[in-house]
């Protein structure tokens, strides 16, 4: 079935540093692809998407881009802030005539950043 | 505030207790789905409901676990006979349509259950 893997937290950077969380999935159609984040305490919030391969979804200086040929979608950011600070979390839509709109999420990332 | 909203925040269960969680979906919502998030673990999709029907429920586990969207007032998660591997954090989310179309599933702020 579809799945996502992402890489294993925790990530701690000092702040400004360059930040990537790489994301794979696998998925017998062609999935939308998203990146969620969590804050402490708070539910989940979208953060970016892309619905077809080479999309570039960018939010709040984040980016991520639909690899169709490495099944990808890495997050980065340039310049990462404490406020950044949080769980991320990629997912993508579930593909097939069985697809009823369900997001399917990695394990989540944990960000930490130190001033 | 007009975002999803569950509650309780916070539940405490001891085993064989049973254990209520309610989720009243964002204004002009109609889809609702309900995810687990274990500890250390990812978030795992449980149910979609659309009001008055179940549309996808192959998350559920088979017994104890049952969850319902009424025609009127806030989709409900019941698990009987809590048993203490169903501690975990509960989150409900909202869509305006079939979420993954958009992209735009909005979370409620979970509700996390002990069993102690």
């Known amino acids: 079935g579809d799945s996502v893997t992402q890489m294993e937290g925790p990530v701690t950077l000092s702040e400004e540093a360059f930040l990537t969380i790489n994301c794979t999935y696998t998925?017998?159609?062609?999935?939308?692809l998203f990146w969620y984040v969590q804050y402490p305490g708070e539910g989940l919030q979208l953060l970016l998407k892309?619905?077809?391969?080479?999309d570039k979804g960018s939010n709040k200086g984040f980016e991520a881009t639909y690899r169709k040929e490495t099944t990808s979608f890495h997050l980065e950011k340039g310049s990462v802030q404490v406020s950044d600070s949080a769980v991320y979390f990629c997912?993508?839509?579930?593909?097939?005539?069985?697809?009823?709109?369900?997001?399917?999420f990695g394990q989540g990332t944990t960000l930490q950043v130190k001033p | 505030n007009a975002g999803v909203m569950q509650n309780p925040r916070h539940l405490v269960r001891r085993r064989g207790q049973e254990a209520r969680l309610r989720c009243s979906p964002m204004?002009?919502?109609?889809?609702v789905y309900w995810y687990r998030q274990l500890p250390e673990e990812g978030l795992k999709f449980m149910v979609y409901?659309?009001?008055?029907?179940?549309?996808?429920e192959s998350g559920m586990p088979k017994e104890r676990f049952s969850a319902e969207f009424p025609k009127e007032g806030p989709s409900i998660l019941r698990i009987q006979q809590v048993v203490r591997g169903d501690s975990a954090a509960y989150f409900c989310?909202?869509?305006?349509?079939?979420?993954?179309?958009?992209?735009?599933?909005?979370f409620g702020e979970g509700s996390r259950l002990t069993v102690l």
């Open positions: 892309a619905t077809k391969a080479d």
């Open positions: 997912a993508l839509s579930g593909t097939g005539s069985s697809n009823t709109g369900k997001l399917i």
């Open positions: 204004k002009g919502h109609s889809h």
């Open positions: 409901l659309q009001k008055e029907n179940i549309i996808d």
């Open positions: 989310a909202s869509s305006r349509g079939q979420g993954a179309n958009t992209g735009e599933l909005f």
């Open positions: 998925a017998t159609g062609y999935p939308s």
